[in-house]
């Protein structure tokens, strides 16, 4: 029995138009201009300079990806590389070598369903698209264009559900597409792969053989799908399983390579005494596609391609050629008896299912310096070259799916079912966490392993990264992994135990690389000693070995990273309650928070910003002690104080105490104005701007359940929840975008800078999360309800969220990492009901 669609998640119609197109292409005012003008020209220059190495800057400011509104649930697991499938039935977004995207759609990659009548005679065959036919003119034997009004699309990650109606022969297709993202299973979360489980129903009078083919090229859209060099290799297998409803499996393989790695392809199904499976194992995806459409017109099936055939091997392509393939899964549906009994108007109806899965294997990679080889996490599972590994994974995939939906409706039950919940609510929670396998995330085992000491949990969870964001390319920057790492820590504490220590481990590497900073010209160290790094490493160099690929600033210097990774710590511990782990990292939050001394230039007891972009808000100027650096260290001596006191050091719990004492007191003279915190203790124009950020470091604190209220006065975390809702949500275009980073006192938007003007969507559901611990639901379902809204009925950038929105109907970074902080409102909501 397949998983019933979920009467909650992104739902829309094929023929869905969203009512707004936004763009990325953002005009900054002269002021800021002028503020930028010599980072523009450096960064001018560093873009040419690595163009010209034949690599691809880690930001592309001047060719940023424009909006597709096409994208849903992605399908695979974690690691192992992904491909978004689009809510019209595309596959439309590979990230298949780490890290790198390609935004092409695929159209030789397709379902095609054939229906003869019992007596041989051809009913229907087409795609199961709602697209013309290709523009380049390719698969013009193929009929296209599905009825977009007889189509529907619900995506809640990690399922989503296809219906396609075909009135005129009474018949009704759901397609189910399950990936195995399961929290605290690590292995099954690793398979890349998705099982698509094909509920046919027939409601008419008449029986039918019908068969649904599954259509697939190499190759990810990039050049090199033409290279030459792929080929295709059947398989068939007996099923050692009691139970008897499958016997085999069957499928194909496309093996090919992708930057010179290794690759390949599965198309599997299981076989049976009513089910036929026949195989395809080649035709031109760039010809009429003849090879497909000619014999499942005429048979229902491909001739030689059958159960009883024999393992078969396709020609290896030549340049300019590429191969594609198709499995076909053919079944008799006996007849309706039309209208129903019992006077209910009810169909009497048929039911059959066809099950198929998709896996692909790139099992040992290398990023571009090509200096260490990697394996992908799956290999612990499942050994062997990429075939082995694809076939066992197949068949894991299509004997174990059922066990995944058990999984994920348990999982997902309470949620759903929560009556208090706002119903965009529930697919928002589930659907944003769509950046943990679509994230250009790779999961490998550590090299070391056997090396590694018995307690280091790389040695058992491997290593974990993922990017920034699509189009930010750094691996696990942490500044915005501190927001982003409430779903990682909650699902996967292993992971981020894993990510952690990674962590630490940098704090004290050292990378004598001089490099040219964009922001002012000058040289600076690569990694310097006792800082946490901005990130783990740019896919385009050696990812783990040249950490911090972000080359604007000197990030060694930024104020909030040692900070978040101390509070992270703490955060992580009241998670996992694993003492063992967090006494091996107390030392190095020791030697962090002694580090951030060098960053209090006044004695003041707290630290102050340097008068540059020095924290995560990276083109907006903080200076002195400020309402979010500021708040950050406090919270940051908070968590040292129960961490000392955890692990019985005494003398380390007073001295953080006392500091604590001092550090709130100064923060609150200087920053306090009666109704919120202002921006920062300078007298610059924007020092008394109103930031929705403001209280990041009390809300960690309230999610660690550390006592506020000697620290943050509960009057006053009140008064500023107020202020920031009625300035920052409902004084930016009516609480329908969700809070904006930054508004001047007197209603206005503070326009310092570019990120100021910004509604960012990890900051907008952190302050929501806030709001829900202080009790203030119906403030938080607006604040981030209206972001949810904007950001996937509106403008259709569901599944490519981006990092920020403005109010001009631009936004910046689509497919962004920080919107995983959606997770901080759940942690706080479930709390909130317990407390109750």
């Not at 091997?313 to 129903?340: C, D, F, M, N």
């Amino acid at each position: 029995m397949a998983a019933p669609i979920s009467k909650y998640g992104f739902k829309v119609k094929f023929d869905h138009k969203f009512p707004e197109k936004w763009t990325q292409k953002h005009r900054p005012t002269l002021f800021q201009i002028w503020n930028m003008i010599g980072t523009i020209w450096r960064y001018v220059v560093y873009s040419i300079y690595t163009l010209y190495q034949g690599k691809k800057p880690i930001m592309n400011f001047f060719s940023p990806v424009e909006p597709q509104q096409r994208y849903g649930v992605p399908i695979g697991g974690i690691g192992g590389g992904s491909i978004n499938r689009g809510w019209r039935g595309e596959f439309c977004r590979y990230q298949l070598v780490p890290g790198m995207y390609e935004y092409t759609t695929m159209w030789a990659n397709q379902f095609i369903l054939t229906v003869h009548s019992d007596k041989g005679t051809l009913l229907y065959q087409r795609v199961l698209s709602p697209h013309p036919p290709p523009p380049d003119g390719s698969l013009s034997a193929w009929t296209w264009s599905f009825p977009r009004e007889h189509g529907s699309y619900t995506g809640l990650y990690p399922r989503a559900w296809y219906t396609y109606e075909i009135p005129e022969l009474g018949l009704s297709l759901v397609c189910t597409q399950v990936s195995p993202v399961l929290p605290n299973n690590y292995k099954d979360s690793s398979v890349p792969g998705v099982v698509f489980e094909w509920t046919i129903v027939n409601t008419s009078s008449d029986a039918y053989d019908l068969s649904i083919t599954f259509t697939f090229q190499n190759g990810r859209g990039s050049k090199e799908d033409t290279q030459g060099g792929a080929r295709s290799l059947t398989y068939k297998k007996v099923l050692d399983v009691q139970d008897d409803s499958s016997s085999g499996i069957q499928g194909v393989h496309i093996l090919d390579e992708m930057n010179d790695m290794k690759q390949a392809f599965t198309l599997s199904a299981l076989t049976n005494d009513e089910t036929e499976v026949s195989v395809c194992s080649f035709f031109d995806p760039k010809g009429p596609g003849r090879e497909i459409w000619t014999p499942l017109s005429k048979l229902g099936y491909f001739e030689n391609g059958g159960v009883e055939s024999k393992v078969m091997e396709s020609q290896v392509t030549q340049p300019g050629q590429g191969i594609g393939v198709g499995l076909s899964v053919r079944k008799y549906i006996a007849a309706g008896s039309g209208t129903g009994d019992s006077g209910t108007g009810d169909l009497n109806r048929n039911e059959e299912t066809i099950e198929m899965s998709l896996v692909w294997t790139m099992g040992v990679v290398q990023f571009r310096n090509r200096n260490q080889t990697h394996r992908r996490y799956y290999s612990k599972w499942f050994p062997g070259e990429n075939v082995q590994s694809a076939e066992l994974m197949s068949e894991y995939a299509l004997t174990h799916y059922k066990e995944w939906n058990q999984a994920i409706d348990s999982w997902q039950k309470p949620t759903l079912e929560d009556e208090h919940l706002p119903s965009w609510y529930k697919s928002c929670i589930f659907n944003e966490l769509y950046y943990i396998s679509d994230g250009g995330t790779v999961w490998f085992r550590d090299e070391d392993e056997t090396a590694l000491d018995p307690e280091d949990p790389r040695k058992q969870f491997g290593r974990f990264a993922y990017l920034e964001g699509h189009e930010y390319r750094m691996y696990n920057t942490f500044d915005v992994h501190f927001y982003a790492s409430f779903s990682l820590g909650t699902l996967w504490p292993r992971l981020e135990q894993c990510l952690m220590q990674e962590f630490r481990d940098s704090v004290y590497a050292v990378i004598d690389q001089e490099r040219w900073l964009m922001h002012s010209g000058e040289w600076c160290q690569r990694k310097k000693p006792l800082s946490v790094p901005h990130d783990l490493g740019n896919p385009e160099e050696e990812p783990f070995e040249l950490i911090n690929a972000y080359n604007i600033y000197d990030v060694s210097d930024w104020k909030d990273l040692n900070l978040k990774f101390i509070i992270s710590l703490y955060r992580d511990y009241t998670v996992s309650h694993d003492v063992g782990f967090l006494s091996r990292m107390f030392p190095c939050a020791l030697d962090l928070i002694r580090k951030c001394d060098s960053f209090d230039k006044q004695g003041l007891g707290i630290v102050q910003n340097g008068g540059f972009p020095d924290q995560t808000f990276d083109c907006w100027t903080m200076t002195g002690v400020s309402a979010y650096c500021g708040g950050l260290h406090i919270a940051a001596l908070a968590c040292l104080v129960e961490m000392a006191a955890l692990l019985g050091h005494e003398d380390e719990k007073q001295e953080f105490q006392t500091k604590l004492t001092k550090a709130s007191q100064v923060y609150h003279d200087l920053l306090w104005t009666g109704s919120y915190y202002r921006f920062d203790s300078s007298h610059s124009k924007h020092s008394q701007s109103i930031m929705a950020d403001q209280l990041c470091g009390y809300l960690f604190l309230k999610a660690s359940g550390v006592n506020t209220q000697a620290i943050f006065p509960a009057a006053h975390i009140d008064k500023t929840l107020d202020t920031i809702f009625s300035t920052n949500v409902k004084g930016f275009h009516l609480g329908s975008m969700g809070a904006v980073n930054g508004m001047n006192p007197d209603g206005t938007l503070d326009r310092f800078a570019i990120q100021s003007e910004e509604v960012w969507t990890g900051v907008t559901y952190l302050l929501a999360a806030t709001m829900l611990y202080e009790g203030r639901q119906d403030q938080a379902w607006v604040t981030a309800g209206g972001l949810y809204r904007t950001v996937y009925e509106r403008i259709g950038l569901g599944f490519e969220t981006p990092e920020g929105l403005t109010g001009d109907r631009t936004y910046r970074s689509g497919g962004y990492m920080r919107a995983l902080a959606v997770y901080a409102m759940q942690q706080a909501y479930n709390k909130g009901n317990k407390s109750h």
